[in-house]
């Protein structure tokens, strides 16, 4: 079940390139359902950083804990993070990758990748 609730929690975050440099807060809640039936919540608390890659790029990095809520089992905490970068590769152009991991109480983590191109107009 963690393991879909972290697929979508993948699939929901966004990414872009840095807006300025420095340090951050991001609390970020994401919920998954299978058709309308309600599976789980991953609620996010990560202090992060951000800053420029030269003038076209820039990347982030943040980790904390995850709050999941599996739909009728208890509260666990678990610790989560994402790293990501973002390139203009044109005047309204915007590539981006991201890797992602969430932990599932175990010896294992759950990883996800993200990769993107964003057309502005």
Known sequence: MIKSVFAATAAL????GAAFAGPYVNVESNSGFTGSDYNATVTDAHVGYEGGIGEDAGYYVQAGPALVSVDGEDLETELSGKAGVGVDVAENVNVYGEVSFL???????????KLGVKWSF
């Open 103 to 113: 932990t599932d109480g175990s010896n294992d983590a759950n990883y996800g990748t």
């Open 13 to 16: 975050s966004v990414s872009a």
